[in-house]
């Protein structure tokens, strides 16, 4: 074991990672032969560690023994299979700190968000744990004398999970945790950018497993890149494939899944608002628009990237947002009182000064050794080809709108459908905004930021957002095989529909 002799990285060795490893956990065993990658800090661009990428070799042996092992872990009771989602969640709170920590070294977002990432996961652990007694199919009328109907769920096999930088294990849990419970093994491959994470990550639900003397295979991970990625979408042993990402991969990701007839899970690029009534409390909106905006230095897919203020409201909203960004700090993401904290790649902020329309404030990159930008506002027309794009930065689009109706209009304008929050006290307008002539996205807020979603319910967007659903409510059932039952206990054979075939 290293001892970690970088300063301010010696709590790692606590989640039993090195300053240089083997990226891939294949059939139970820590393992890379491809390229060796580095990762590093956001906050200066200096190196952490040295991660070995695995081989296509390395991925192949790893999704045999993956779905080898879904012949045991599928007739394991789905209440065992909670329990051992519980120890899970149990590990994770053992270690909440230490790996909200690393998410913050690692991806950038600050400690209090970092260490948030982790607690969703327990979160989803726990969520889980109940599902698991709760996977009920129907019983359902037959037409028929002495027949019944039933639907029934069973384990799909493989679920290949690929994730993104900016969450980089909490959406792991979102399918996990799920996938588990369900009866499905896990072949992960987390963002080539965040390879520590994937494997502290991993390292824990491999000690679960192990303790309880199951096929470590049931869950297995990749520090990879686009090759990965590929493989697993091309890979007819993985039934479903959740990805998370921008839209154009997401596309190109799930026209490889059709060819072979799998399914697709997609969570992919948002551009979403928040609307502004001008009956709104105004001090409620303020602190909203400042997290759904700036958390995760704007690099969340439920980022708020566009502020419709009412006219009546437009000067006053303005100039309340202008004085709160003042006192926005930015630096180091682990100090308290830091709220943002670097972009996550030096080449985003390289890209960060591109943009139209006219800046309210900030508007250009820090200079320092980190990838820090200004948070920034601007003001432009919700017509502006770049007002349609999703931009991963602290960047606010400020347009002004007349009506209700034209709010929802321009809310709805652009061809992504994630997230959107209105801000009223008018139950006709909360009704109208959350009705089938409102929001057309998968979430639809009232009086909250468009991110911070709670795991409770189902996660995801409508156009080219994907249309997938992850974490609660009913998603489960993607991650499983329906099956209609019809059952004759009788002895006679009356056909559906009253046919009479001799």
């Not at 769920?153 to 999970?161: K, S, T, Y």
Request: net charge negative.
């Amino acid at each position: 074991m290293s001892s970690w002799h970088r300063k301010g990285y010696e709590f790692l060795s606590d989640l039993g990672l090195e300053d240089r490893s083997p990226g891939c956990y294949v059939n139970g065993k820590w393992k890379g032969n491809g390229a060796i990658a580095q990762t590093v800090n956001p906050a200066n661009n200096k190196m952490i560690a040295e991660v070995t990428e695995p081989s296509i070799e390395d991925y192949e042996e790893g999704v045999q023994a993956c779905y080898e092992a879904t012949k045991i872990w599928m007739q394991v009771p789905a209440p065992k299979r909670g329990d051992i989602v519980r120890q899970i969640g149990d590990a994770l709170r053992g270690k909440l700190e230490q790996l909200g920590r690393l998410v913050s070294i690692e991806m950038g977002k600050i400690l209090a968000e970092g260490i948030g990432e982790v607690q969703e996961i327990i979160d989803m652990c726990d969520f889980a744990v109940g599902l698991s007694r709760q996977l009920n199919g129907s019983v359902i009328p037959s037409e028929r004398p002495d027949h019944i109907m039933l639907e029934m769920w069973n384990p799909l096999g493989i679920v290949g999970v690929i994730t993104a930088f900016n969450f980089p294990c909490a959406v792991l849990g979102w399918n996990a945790c799920i996938a588990l419970v369900c009866g499905n093994c896990v072949v992960w491959k987390g963002a080539p950018t965040t390879p520590l994470v994937t494997m502290a990550m991993t390292s824990l639900v491999a000690g679960v497993l192990k303790k309880n003397n199951l096929p470590g295979s049931i869950f297995t991970s990749f520090c990879g890149g686009a090759e990965i990625g590929q493989a697993i979408a091309k890979d007819t042993r993985i039934p479903l494939v959740s990805f998370t990402g921008s839209s154009k991969v997401g596309l190109m990701v799930q026209q490889t899944v059709n060819e072979r007839f799998g399914k697709c899970l997609l969570e992919l690029s948002g551009n979403n608002a928040i609307i502004v009534m001008d009956d709104a409390d105004i001090k409620l909106a303020i602190r909203s628009v400042l997290f759904a905006a700036i958390g995760t230095a704007g690099q969340r897919c439920t980022t708020c990237r566009r502020l419709l203020l009412h006219e009546s409201v437009y000067e006053t909203v303005l100039e309340k947002l202008l004085e709160a960004y003042k006192q926005v700090k930015v630096g180091n993401p682990l100090e308290n009182d830091t709220l943002l904290g670097p972009l996550h790649t030096r080449a985003s902020k390289e890209n960060f000064e591109k943009g139209g329309g006219k800046i309210l404030t900030g508007g250009s990159v820090i200079e320092s050794e980190g990838n820090f930008v200004q948070p920034t506002i601007v003001e432009i027309s919700p017509d502006a080809d770049v007002a349609k794009e999703e931009l991963f930065g602290p960047v606010l689009y400020v347009m002004k709108f007349q009506t209700l109706e034209e709010a929802i209009e321009i809310n709805n304008s652009v061809p992504q459908g994630l997230s959107s929050s209105i801000f009223t006290k008018k139950p006709e307008v909360i009704f109208k905004w959350t009705g089938p002539r409102g929001s057309d996205c998968g979430i639809v807020n009232v009086n909250i930021p468009t991110n911070g979603a709670e795991i409770g319910g189902a996660f995801g967007g409508e156009k080219s957002t994907g249309g997938g659903r992850e974490a609660g409510s009913d998603s489960w059932k993607q991650y499983m095989r329906r099956s209609t039952c019809t059952i004759n206990y009788g002895s006679e054979l009356p056909l559906a529909q009253g046919i009479n075939f001799g």
